[in-house]
C-alpha cells in the first residue's frame, strides 16, 4: 500500500479538529443558555455514565486496533483477517456490555428517574462497534475521516437549532447526537464492507487478541476512571446544576486540548510502521517534533485559559455558567499535562510495546482521582472535581517521566522551551494590562483585543528569538507568496 502523506494526515486532522472546536463554538453557547446548568448537567452525567459501558463493549479494539492494522495494511488478506476477528469480539462484549447496563439503570433509582435520557444515549453501546474508526486511521485515510466528520456534525448543528428550544429539550439533544453517531458508523460499515465480508479460509482466531487487548482493555479502563469519574461523581453526590458548571469548565479544556492533541492521533500508526521496520532514526526525528508542537501550543493556550477564563466563560455559556470560572482556571493546566501524558504514553511506551508502564501510570491517577474526588466533591462540588482532575493528571504525568527514561532517552528542545516561555510570559503580560485598562462591563472589547494581539505577540517574538518551528511556517509562507507574485 502506498504510504500516505503524513502532511496531508495532519492537515486533514487539523481541520476535523479545528471543526470540532468551531462547532462547539456554534451549539455549546446555544445548548447552555437553552437547557441551563440543570439540563447541560444531565446529559453530561447520562454521556459520561454510559462511556463506562462503551467502554466495555469496546475492550480496548480502538486504540488496539489502529496499531495493528498499521502494521498487516500492506497485506490484503492480513488485514481483511485481522478486522473481522475484531468485529466479532465486539459483537460479543457489545452484547454483555448492554445487558450489564439494562440490569444497572433497572436498580438504581438516581438513573431510573432518567431513564428514558439513559436509554437514549446508550445507542452508542452497540454504535461503536460499527464505528470502526480504528480501521481508517490505521490505514491513515484520514481524508475519508474528516469528510465524513464534517458532513455529519453539519448536519447535527443544524437539527440541534431546529428542534432543541426549551430546558425540558435535553433529551432532543441527546437524540440529535445518537442519531449523528448512527449515520457515521453505518457509513463507516459500508465503506469497509470489502475488507469485513472478504472470503476468508482460516476460522476465526480470536484467542491470539485476547492477552495484547486485556493489557490495551484496562489501559482504557483505568483512563476513563479518571476521565469520567468526576462527572459520574458529581451526577451522584451532588446535582445535576454542579454537573452543568463542570462541564462547561472541561468542554473548554477539552476543546483546545483537542487542538493540541490532534497530531498526535495522526503518528501513532506512523510511528507504530517506524518500529515494525526498523526505522528507529524516523522515530526519533518525529517525537522530537510532536514534542516541540505540543510545547508551542500548550503554553500559550494555558496561559491565555488562566486569565481569560472569566471572559471565555460568559462568550462561550453565558453568564449562569459564572461559578465555572473557577474551575477553568484550575483545569487550564491539564491541557499541558495531557498533551505531555500523550507524548509519553501514546507516541512512546505504547509503540515501543510498554503498554504495561501505561496502565501503570494510568493506574496511579486514577487511584488519585478517585480519592480525592470521593473527599473533594462532597465538601466543594465542582470545584474539588476541578482539583481532582489537575492532581490526577499530574500524577499521571510524574509516574510517566519515570517510567519513560528507562526505555527511550527524550531529547528536550530547551532552547526553544526558553523561547516559548518568553513568548508566553510577554503575551500574559499583554492580557493583564488589557484587564487593568478596560473594565468587565466591555467584556466583548476585551476578547476583541484578547485574542488577536496576544496571538500576534506571541508568534511575533517567537519570530524574533529565531524559534525553528515558527521560522519554517514562515518561510513556506513566503516562498507561496513569492511563487503567486
Given at each position: 500500500?502506498?504510504?500516505?502523506?503524513?502532511k496531508?494526515?495532519?492537515?486533514m486532522n487539523?481541520?476535523?479538529?479545528?471543526?470540532?472546536?468551531?462547532?462547539?463554538?456554534?451549539?455549546?453557547?446555544?445548548?447552555?443558555?437553552?437547557?441551563?446548568?440543570?439540563?447541560?448537567?444531565?446529559?453530561n452525567?447520562?454521556?459520561?455514565?454510559?462511556a463506562y459501558?462503551?467502554l466495555?463493549?469496546?475492550?480496548?479494539?480502538?486504540?488496539y486496533?489502529?496499531r495493528e492494522?498499521?502494521?498487516?495494511?500492506?497485506?490484503?488478506?492480513?488485514?481483511?483477517?485481522?478486522?473481522?476477528?475484531l468485529?466479532?469480539?465486539?459483537?460479543i462484549?457489545?452484547v454483555?456490555?448492554?445487558?450489564?447496563?439494562?440490569?444497572?439503570?433497572s436498580?438504581?433509582?438516581?438513573?431510573?428517574?432518567e431513564?428514558?435520557?439513559f436509554?437514549?444515549v446508550s445507542a452508542?453501546?452497540?454504535?461503536s462497534?460499527?464505528?470502526?474508526?480504528w480501521?481508517y486511521?490505521?490505514l491513515?485515510d484520514y481524508v475519508?475521516?474528516?469528510v465524513?466528520?464534517l458532513?455529519?456534525?453539519a448536519l447535527s448543528v443544524?437539527?440541534?437549532?431546529?428542534?432543541?428550544h426549551?430546558?425540558?429539550?435535553?433529551?432532543?439533544?441527546?437524540?440529535?447526537?445518537v442519531v449523528?453517531s448512527?449515520?457515521s458508523?453505518?457509513?463507516?460499515?459500508?465503506n469497509?464492507r470489502?475488507?469485513?465480508?472478504a472470503?476468508?479460509?482460516q476460522?476465526l482466531?480470536?484467542?491470539?487478541?485476547?492477552?495484547?487487548?486485556?493489557?490495551?482493555y484496562?489501559?482504557?479502563?483505568?483512563?476513563s476512571?479518571?476521565v469520567?469519574l468526576?462527572t459520574?461523581?458529581?451526577g451522584?453526590l451532588?446535582?445535576?446544576?454542579?454537573?452543568?458548571y463542570y462541564a462547561?469548565?472541561?468542554?473548554?479544556?477539552?476543546?483546545?486540548?483537542?487542538?493540541?492533541?490532534?497530531?498526535?492521533?495522526?503518528?501513532l500508526p506512523?510511528?507504530?510502521?517506524?518500529?515494525?521496520?526498523?526505522?528507529?532514526?524516523?522515530?526519533?526525528r518525529?517525537?522530537?517534533?510532536?514534542?516541540g508542537?505540543?510545547?508551542?501550543?500548550c503554553?500559550?493556550i494555558t496561559?491565555?485559559l488562566?486569565?481569560?477564563?472569566r471572559?471565555?466563560l460568559?462568550?462561550f455559556?453565558?453568564?449562569?455558567?459564572?461559578p465555572?470560572?473557577s474551575?477553568?482556571?484550575i483545569t487550564?493546566?491539564v491541557?499541558?499535562?495531557?498533551a505531555l501524558?500523550?507524548?509519553f504514553?501514546?507516541?512512546v511506551?505504547?509503540?515501543?510495546?510498554?503498554?504495561k508502564?501505561?496502565?501503570?501510570?494510568?493506574a496511579?491517577g486514577?487511584v488519585?482521582?478517585?480519592?480525592?474526588?470521593a473527599?473533594l466533591?462532597?465538601?466543594w462540588?465542582?470545584?474539588?472535581?476541578a482539583?481532582?482532575?489537575?492532581?490526577?493528571?499530574?500524577?499521571?504525568?510524574?509516574?510517566q517521566l519515570?517510567?519513560?527514561r528507562r526505555?527511550?532517552r527524550i531529547?528536550?528542545?530547551?532552547?526553544?522551551?526558553?523561547?516559548?516561555?518568553?513568548?508566553?510570559?510577554?503575551?500574559?503580560?499583554?492580557?493583564i494590562?488589557?484587564?487593568?485598562q478596560?473594565?468587565?462591563?466591555?467584556?466583548?472589547?476585551?476578547?476583541?483585543?484578547?485574542?488577536?494581539?496576544?496571538?500576534?505577540?506571541?508568534?511575533?517574538?517567537l519570530?524574533?528569538l529565531?524559534?525553528e518551528?515558527?521560522?519554517?511556517?514562515?518561510?513556506?509562507l513566503k516562498?507561496?507568496?513569492?511563487r503567486?507574485?
Amino acid at each position: 500500500m502506498k504510504q500516505k502523506s503524513l502532511k496531508l494526515n495532519a492537515a486533514m486532522n487539523m481541520i476535523k479538529v479545528a471543526a470540532g472546536m468551531l462547532f462547539p463554538l456554534i451549539t455549546f453557547p446555544y445548548t447552555s443558555r437553552v437547557l441551563g446548568p440543570e439540563g447541560t448537567g444531565k446529559v453530561n452525567f447520562a454521556t459520561s455514565f454510559v462511556a463506562y459501558f462503551t467502554l466495555l463493549a469496546s475492550v480496548g479494539i480502538p486504540l488496539y486496533g489502529i496499531r495493528e492494522v498499521a502494521k498487516v495494511r500492506d497485506d490484503k488478506v492480513a488485514l481483511s483477517g485481522l478486522v473481522q476477528e475484531l468485529l466479532a469480539l465486539h459483537g460479543i462484549t457489545t452484547v454483555i456490555s448492554f445487558v450489564a447496563f439494562l440490569v444497572t439503570i433497572s436498580l438504581n433509582q438516581k438513573v431510573h428517574a432518567e431513564s428514558l435520557l439513559f436509554l437514549i444515549v446508550s445507542a452508542s453501546i452497540p454504535l461503536s462497534m460499527l464505528t470502526m474508526d480504528w480501521l481508517y486511521q490505521g490505514l491513515e485515510d484520514y481524508v475519508y475521516i474528516t469528510v465524513r466528520s464534517l458532513a455529519f456534525t453539519a448536519l447535527s448543528v443544524v437539527a440541534l437549532f431546529l428542534f432543541v428550544h426549551h430546558e425540558g429539550d435535553y433529551w432532543i439533544n441527546a437524540v440529535i447526537s445518537v442519531v449523528a453517531s448512527l449515520g457515521s458508523s453505518v457509513l463507516n460499515f459500508w465503506n469497509a464492507r470489502k475488507i469485513v465480508f472478504a472470503p476468508r479460509e482460516q476460522p476465526l482466531d480470536l484467542k491470539r487478541h485476547l492477552k495484547p487487548l486485556s493489557v490495551v482493555y484496562a489501559l482504557n479502563f483505568i483512563i476513563s476512571i479518571y476521565v469520567n469519574l468526576d462527572t459520574v461523581m458529581l451526577g451522584f453526590l451532588a446535582t445535576a446544576k454542579s454537573v452543568g458548571y463542570y462541564a462547561s469548565s472541561m468542554k473548554l479544556t477539552k476543546m483546545l486540548l483537542s487542538l493540541v492533541t490532534s497530531f498526535g492521533a495522526v503518528l501513532l500508526p506512523r510511528l507504530s510502521w517506524y518500529l515494525a521496520n526498523d526505522k528507529r532514526d524516523e522515530f526519533d526525528r518525529m517525537l522530537r517534533k510532536s514534542l516541540g508542537v505540543v510545547l508551542l501550543l500548550c503554553l500559550p493556550i494555558t496561559a491565555a485559559l488562566m486569565l481569560m477564563n472569566r471572559e471565555i466563560l460568559l462568550v462561550f455559556a453565558g453568564a449562569r455558567y459564572l461559578p465555572a470560572a473557577s474551575c477553568v482556571q484550575i483545569t487550564a493546566p491539564v491541557i499541558l499535562f495531557i498533551a505531555l501524558t500523550n507524548i509519553f504514553g501514546i507516541q512512546v511506551l505504547y509503540p515501543l510495546g510498554r503498554e504495561k508502564d501505561v496502565v501503570l501510570s494510568v493506574a496511579f491517577g486514577a487511584v488519585v482521582s478517585a480519592v480525592l474526588n470521593a473527599i473533594l466533591i462532597p465538601r466543594w462540588a465542582h470545584f474539588g472535581a476541578a482539583w481532582a482532575t489537575f492532581w490526577a493528571e499530574c500524577a499521571v504525568l510524574v509516574v510517566q517521566l519515570v517510567l519513560v527514561r528507562r526505555h527511550y532517552r527524550i531529547t528536550w528542545p530547551w532552547s526553544n522551551i526558553v523561547k516559548y516561555a518568553l513568548a508566553a510570559a510577554a503575551m500574559s503580560g499583554f492580557l493583564i494590562l488589557i484587564r487593568h485598562q478596560v473594565p468587565e462591563a466591555r467584556l466583548w472589547l476585551r476578547i476583541v483585543l484578547d485574542v488577536p494581539l496576544g496571538a500576534a505577540i506571541y508568534v511575533s517574538l517567537l519570530f524574533v528569538l529565531r524559534e525553528e518551528f515558527v521560522g519554517e511556517v514562515f518561510a513556506k509562507l513566503k516562498g507561496c507568496f513569492t511563487r503567486s507574485a
